[in-house]
């Protein structure tokens, strides 16, 4: 809505409970418990749900589905051939693993389709590029896409936290340190975004010889800053294989 890719009156939003939605239902968008009903007047379904839901929910509107459905999942673990066999009838499937900045329109959505017609996957890219960065990918890296793209967000707020707090030991009061870090990781992602350089290539650009930079990095990487960040995302990734 706030990129005009949809218009309110073409949005309708299902869940049991609806009384959490008035605000949306006060601009215009539809809200209804009838999965069903809200199916039948759709064209492009999406389902954000949890896992252990998903069968229930699509049995309550797998009868309405036709020809010109698309069904979108954001579900986490949900394989496409498992959504399939759920809803029965041939029609083109999603998987999106976008993430929870996808409410500033600043997600990285990673995507994943079966019996798609090109137009089809065109669309859906254009519908989660209006909602941030998307990269269309293997299925089979879907797991992986949930660990960069998904616990990303958790792991870079950890590093900013941790900015933070060496901030106000060097002086900073926990606002202006709060500031300082998040805009500096901001300003930081966004130059290799849009430079298209390597890490080290901006890194460079800061390190002086014998400077407070390459001591302050070295220091963080004998005590295993990489190496850290790195054991974190397998076992998150062995967390999700494995169970
Ligand atoms: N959070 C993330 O960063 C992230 C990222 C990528 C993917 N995901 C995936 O997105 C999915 C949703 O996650 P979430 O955190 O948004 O979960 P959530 O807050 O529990 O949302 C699930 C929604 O489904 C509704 N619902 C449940 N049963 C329903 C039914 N029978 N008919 C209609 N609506 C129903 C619930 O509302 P009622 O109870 O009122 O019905 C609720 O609003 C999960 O599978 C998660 O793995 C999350």
Do not use: W
Not at 54 to 80: D, M, P, Q, W, Y
Not at 194 to 215: F, L, W, Y
């Amino acid at each position: 809505m706030k990129s005009k890719f949809s218009r309110p009156s073409e949005i309708t939003i299902t869940k049991r409970n609806t009384t959490t939605l008035k605000n949306l239902a006060g601009l215009g968008v539809k809200i209804t418990s009838d999965n069903g009903g809200a199916v039948a007047g759709s064209q492009i379904i999406i389902l954000a749900v949890k896992p252990y839901q998903v069968t229930e929910v699509i049995n309550s509107f797998k009868s309405e589905l036709t020809a010109r459905h698309i069904l979108v999942s954001v579900v986490t673990g949900v394989l496409i051939k498992d959504l399939e066999t759920s809803v029965g009838k041939k029609i083109p499937v999603f998987r999106a693993m976008p993430n929870t900045a996808i409410a500033i329109q600043e997600s990285m959505t990673c995507l994943s389709f079966s019996n798609a017609a090109a137009t089809q996957i065109s669309f859906i890219t254009k519908l989660f590029s209006t909602l941030g960065k998307v990269a269309v990918i293997n299925e089979n890296l879907m797991d992986a896409a949930t660990v960069l793209g998904a616990c990303g967000t958790a792991y870079a707020m950890r590093y900013i936290r941790a900015n933070i707090q060496g901030g106000i030991e060097i002086g900073f009061d926990a606002a202006t340190a709060s500031l300082i870090a998040a805009q500096t990781v901001k300003g930081a992602a966004e130059l290799l975004l849009e430079n298209g350089s390597h890490p080290e290539q901006e890194i460079d650009k800061v390190t002086t010889p014998k400077g407070c930079t390459i001591a302050g990095l070295n220091e963080m990487e004998h005590r295993g800053f990489s190496s850290s960040l790195i054991k974190g995302i397998s076992t998150s990734y062995n967390k999700i294989i494995k169970g």
